[in-house]
T-cell receptor, first 113, second 113 residues
Framework: SQQGEEDPQALSIQEGENATMNCSYKTSINNLQWYRQNSGRGLVHLILIRSNEREKHSGRLRVTLDTSKKSSSLLITASRAADTASYFCATAPREAAGNKLTFGGGTRVLVKP | GAGVSQSPRYKVAKRGQDVALRCDPISGHVSLFWYQQALGQGPEFLTYFQNEAQLDKSGLPSDRFFAERPEGSVSTLKIQRTQQEDSAVYLC???????????FGQGTRLTVV
C-alpha cells in the first residue's frame, strides 16, 4: 500500500494562479521527490529535497519539507495550461536498497486557460 | 538510448494468459525498478535490480509475477495466468548507481479481459 497521502486529490485553477499541493508520509526518509505525470505518459522528475533541507526552488517550483510533521508541499507559481497533469510525491526511505520510491496517491491539477 | 523504452505500450490479455513486458533502461544505468500503477492511483513498487541481481522483490503481489534482468540491461516482467486485478500500467524506471533521480518509461498498459 502507498505510504503517502496527497491533498487535495484534485485542483482546478485559472492560468496565472498559484497551485499548492501537500504530501504526508509515515516513515523516516532519505529524500522526498516530486514527479509530474501527463495523461497516459510516464513520470517526469521535477525536484528533490533531502531530509536535511527545509526549502528548495527550481524555476516556478517551490518545495518545502517539514520532517517533524512528516509533510511536504509543492507550490507552482504563475501556472500555465501546460502544467495540467497529476503530481506525485515520492519518498526514498533510509533503509531501502537503491532508490526504491514510495508514491502518494497524487494530486490531479487542471489549469484552465 | 535516449530514454527508458517499454514495450508493448498496450497489451490486452485474456484471463489466464501469460504476458511478458519488456523494459530497455537508459544505457549504463545500473539500477532498474518496476512499478505497478492502478487507475487513478500512484505507482506502487514491485521489484528492484542492481545490474543482474534482483535485490528486492518485496512488492511482487503473488508468485504469478516474475522479473528478470539476465545481462544487467534489458529486463522482462512476466505475469503468469493473468487475472482481472492485474490490469494496470506497468512502469519501468532506471537510475545510475547511487543516483537519486529515477527516469521512467511511458509504461505498458495491461488490460485483462
Amino acid at each position: 500500500s502507498q505510504q503517502g497521502e496527497e491533498d487535495p486529490q484534485a485542483l482546478s485553477i485559472q492560468e496565472g494562479e498559484n497551485a499548492t499541493m501537500n504530501c504526508s508520509y509515515k516513515t523516516s526518509i532519505n529524500n522526498l521527490q516530486w514527479y509530474r505525470q501527463n495523461s497516459g505518459r510516464g513520470l517526469v522528475h521535477l525536484i528533490l529535497i533531502r531530509s536535511n533541507e527545509r526549502e528548495k526552488h527550481s524555476g516556478r517550483l517551490r518545495v518545502t519539507l517539514d520532517t517533524s510533521k512528516k509533510s511536504s508541499s509543492l507550490l507552482i507559481t504563475a501556472s500555465r495550461a501546460a502544467d495540467t497533469a497529476s503530481y506525485f510525491c515520492a519518498t526514498a526511505p533510509r533503509e531501502a536498497a537503491g532508490n526504491k520510491l514510495t508514491f502518494g496517491g497524487g494530486t490531479r491539477v487542471l489549469v484552465k486557460p | 538510448g535516449a530514454g527508458v523504452s517499454q514495450s508493448p505500450r498496450y497489451k490486452v490479455a485474456k484471463r489466464g494468459q501469460d504476458v511478458a513486458l519488456r523494459c530497455d533502461p537508459i544505457s549504463g544505468h545500473v539500477s532498474l525498478f518496476w512499478y505497478q500503477q492502478a487507475l487513478g492511483q500512484g505507482p506502487e513498487f514491485l521489484t528492484y535490480f542492481q545490474n543482474e541481481a534482483q535485490l528486492d522483490k518485496s512488492g511482487l503481489p503473488s508468485d504469478r509475477f516474475f522479473a528478470e534482468r539476465p545481462e544487467g540491461s534489458v529486463s522482462t516482467l512476466k505475469i503468469q495466468r493473468t487475472q482481472q486485478e492485474d490490469s494496470a500500467v506497468y512502469l519501468c524506471a532506471s537510475s545510475t548507481q547511487g543516483g537519486t533521480e529515477a527516469f521512467f518509461g511511458q509504461g505498458t498498459r495491461l488490460t485483462v479481459v
